[in-house]
């Protein structure tokens, strides 16, 4: 079936390091989405990707689509306690639904 | 603007009792509805979805099912809960093929 595998599931860095979670797809997508969940509540859309190779960036947030349209990454510089929280990347196969990953579980040791 | 209500936040029900949770949207209309579940520290399953009145799309056999009156509410159902249907309960809308928007959720408790 349609998957979309997300590495690491969890992720501890130090405030001020660097985050990376990636996002992996067999089959190739029409676009992909990334979300946040701060614990406790509830995912929030960030951003949505759709070109091949495309790059976006939000403050201390790059995100980018692989060539091929099967992966995508997401990249927080310089970490703040902020930014705790699951990282969701979503993808569409082109229906109406999207697939969720496993999600990337970032903690920050202040 | 769109907002989307969900309720009740929490909720805890002993098994065999039935369940209803419901779900609207305002701003909008003919959004795709969908219901997702979260068990603690998990990702996101769907179960539902809906792309118009009266249309629903099952994504996982199971105890629960949904149903969609009105073009912006969707309600979740079960005639006998499980223990097995405790977790985080999510709606969800999104115009076609863009980000979704979730409710506040609700965590609902078998007991």
């Known amino acids: 079936g349609q998957q979309v595998m997300q590495i690491p599931q969890y992720q501890h860095v130090q405030e001020g390091e660097d985050f990376t979670t990636y996002c992996n797809s067999s089959?190739?997508?029409?676009?992909i989405q990334w979300y946040k969940q701060r614990p406790g509540g509830h995912p929030v859309f960030l951003i949505q990707?759709?070109?091949?190779?495309e790059v976006k960036k939000q403050k201390r947030l790059t995100f980018q689509f692989g060539e091929a349209k099967k992966n995508s990454s997401l990249h927080i510089t310089a970490t703040q306690t902020t930014d705790v929280g699951t990282y969701f990347c979503a993808g569409y196969f082109g229906n109406e639904k999207l697939t969720f990953g496993t999600g990337t579980r970032l903690t920050i040791i202040p | 603007s769109q907002t989307i209500h969900q309720w009740p936040a929490t909720l805890v029900q002993p098994v065999g009792s039935p369940l209803s949770l419901e779900c609207t949207v305002e701003?909008?209309?003919?959004?795709?509805l969908y219901w997702y579940r979260q068990a603690a520290g998990r990702g996101l399953q769907l179960l539902f979805y809906s792309v118009g009145i009266g249309q629903i799309s099952s994504e996982v056999p199971q105890n629960l099912s949904a149903s969609r009156p009105q073009d912006r509410q969707f309600i979740l159902s079960s005639k006998k809960l499980l223990l097995s249907d405790s977790g985080f309960y999510l709606c969800?809308?999104?115009?076609?093929?863009?980000?979704?928007?979730f409710g506040s959720g609700t965590r609902l408790t078998v007991v």
């Open positions: 990707l759709v070109k091949s190779g």
């Open positions: 701003g909008t209309s003919n959004p795709n």
């Open positions: 969800a809308w999104s115009p076609r093929v863009a980000g979704y928007t």
């Open positions: 089959t190739t997508l029409s676009n």
